[in-house]
């Protein structure tokens, strides 16, 4: 494990950008910004600062996407120039309450996490509470043209990361329960049915303290790698849910994964209690993400 870049303020949603370089958020109230950082970690530039950011993915035109917790909650378009735009603040009638993390999926839609729970509220839960805490977690589809969207997921326990596999199947992180829920791909279309995939939980470290699945990316050795809160890893789980591996982390609260350039080997990873950008060597490269439709 190596330290990529230290200084940074609660940062989450890692993206590799085309030429090697990346951008991720800073979420602490003192930044609340997109950070874009060159390829050997050495330079970084704020693109723009909305407030909270929290999960981003890549655009096929090379722009962003980005889940903002705050400022209001909302769907952002931005540019890496600074350009801001606000896509949405609702669906089907019910305001956003903590969109959390996004990814597109094979039609060309926003797939887009909701934790169910307005980010000053949550903040008031003691930690030790927020396990049990009732949260309202919802999954979104949205037609990143027209801001337009569909409710097909709701029920989750603070719905969080979330990652589409090799088949289309649509993964899911529910962080108080520490599950991973799975949408299949049914007829062209994301399935509104799920079931459980697989936990994240080490069961053998006992009680620790609120803990629970964040960001997470598949590889191409078809296992998904997972970054637990307040576990102190990444779970690696396999394609029957089970956990194959733990790499341990520098910091307690890691909150999401992105995978280095094609046979680099690396594993990056955001951690928030700490302030790293880590990396990690692993057996293999990242599943691409698929990255919509060029023009948004």
């Not at 697989?198 to 078809?222: K, L, N, Q, W, Y």
Request: glycine share 14%; proline share 7%.
């Amino acid at each position: 494990m190596t330290i990529f870049v230290d200084d940074l303020l609660n940062p989450e949603g890692p993206v590799l950008l085309p030429d090697g370089s990346f951008c991720l958020v800073e979420m602490h109230p003192s930044r609340g910004w997109i950070l874009w950082l060159s390829a050997d970690g050495k330079e970084r530039r704020v693109i723009a600062k909305t407030g909270r950011p929290n999960g981003m993915t890549l655009a096929a035109d090379g722009t962003l996407w980005v889940a903002e917790s705050v400022n209001p909650p909302s769907l952002l378009h931005v540019t890496l120039e600074g350009k801001v735009e606000v896509v949405a603040t609702s669906c089907e009638g019910k305001e956003f309450l903590f969109p959390n993390d996004l990814r597109f999926g094979p039609d060309g839609m926003l797939y887009m996490t909701d934790s169910g729970i307005r980010m000053d509220d949550w903040r008031d839960v003691p930690p030790a509470e927020r396990q049990g805490k009732p949260t309202e977690g919802r999954l979104y589809r949205i037609d990143p043209s027209t801001g337009d969207g569909k409710i097909i997921g709701t029920g989750y326990d603070f719905t969080n990361g979330i990652a589409f596999g090799a088949d289309n199947t649509l993964y899911v992180a529910a962080t108080q329960s520490g599950l991973i829920y799975r949408h299949l791909w049914v007829n062209g279309a994301v399935s509104s049915e799920n079931d459980v995939f697989g936990s994240v939980i080490d069961e053998s470290r006992g009680p620790i303290g609120f803990r629970g699945p964040d960001g997470m990316a598949f590889g191409t050795d078809g296992n998904l790698y997972v970054a637990v809160v307040g576990q102190q890893d990444v779970t690696v789980l396999g394609p029957d849910g089970k956990a194959v591996n733990r790499i341990p982390l520098a910091g307690p609260a890691p909150t999401n994964v992105a995978f280095g350039p094609k046979g680099s080997g690396k594993l990056y990873v955001t951690e928030q209690g700490v302030g790293n950008l880590e990396v990690h060597e692993v057996d293999t490269d990242g599943l691409p993400l698929m990255q919509g439709r060029t023009g948004g």
